[in-house]
């Protein structure tokens, strides 16, 4: 019997013990951004640098589609397209014509399958692709030649090339930090990352 309760409370030691919590580790799990990019929007705003010809990012995007249905109203979260290349600043173009034409949640996915499976790889497929998928060719050029779509293009490129980003993906937060799947090990725990360096952002803010 006394074996039974020396065992007994062996356990509820352990139950009640405190679990350690989760602290990510700067150059590690994640990177200082040296110097930082100003943000002039009074929430944290947390930015998913991706590329269509990044197979890693488009694993990592049912993720963070899930992760940012889960934020509460003192987060913004933004996705900007980076093209390495002139040549593919299309891509770019494309996103935000998605966008633009209020079909990012349907067309912006299933792009991302096709240009990565190789299947979009003329003007041509394109057009045909967009056909496929409902799209009015008159509407889309329209919007594909807008200025608001061009201009936001051009801002995609100076808010990548102001955080020197040299791969993808990455996801940055409150203009200080970068993590990524590649830095924190898993996508998974870049998820749990994410979560630190908002909540670390948000304490900061508190203080001041």
């Known amino acids: 019997m006394r074996q039974f309760w020396c065992a007994a409370a062996c356990v509820l030691t352990i139950l009640s013990a405190p679990v ?6 700067a150059g590690k799990d994640f990177r200082l951004i040296e110097p930082t990019v100003d ?3 009074e929430k ?5 640098f991706f590329a269509y010809t990044c197979a890693h990012c488009q694993r990592l995007a049912p993720l963070l589609e899930d992760w940012i249905k889960k934020q509460p109203e003192d987060v913004l979260v933004r996705r900007v397209p980076v ?3 002139p040549t593919t600043q299309f ?3 494309i996103f935000y014509t998605f966008e633009a034409l209020g079909r990012i949640e349907d067309l912006h996915p299933i792009f991302w399958q096709d240009i990565l499976a190789g299947q979009i790889t003329s003007e041509a497929d394109l057009q045909k692709w967009l056909q496929n998928n409902k799209v009015n060719i008159d509407d889309w050029n329209r919007a594909y030649n807008s200025f608001s779509v061009t201009m936001k293009t051009q801002q995609a490129l100076q808010t990548w090339q ?3 980003l040299d791969a993808t993906p990455y996801i940055a937060v409150a203009g200080k930090y970068l993590t ?3 830095l924190a090990g898993t996508r998974q725990k870049t998820i749990q990352v994410l979560d630190w360096l908002i909540e670390h952002e948000r304490q900061l803010r508190q203080k001041h």
């Open 91 to 93: 891509l770019s173009k």
């Open 20 to 25: 350690e919590a989760f602290e990510a580790v």
């Open 83 to 85: 093209a390495w290349e």
């Open 162 to 164: 102001n955080y020197q």
């Open 39 to 41: 943000s002039t929007n």
């Open 44 to 48: 944290i705003e947390v930015i998913d």
């Open 180 to 182: 990524a799947p590649h």
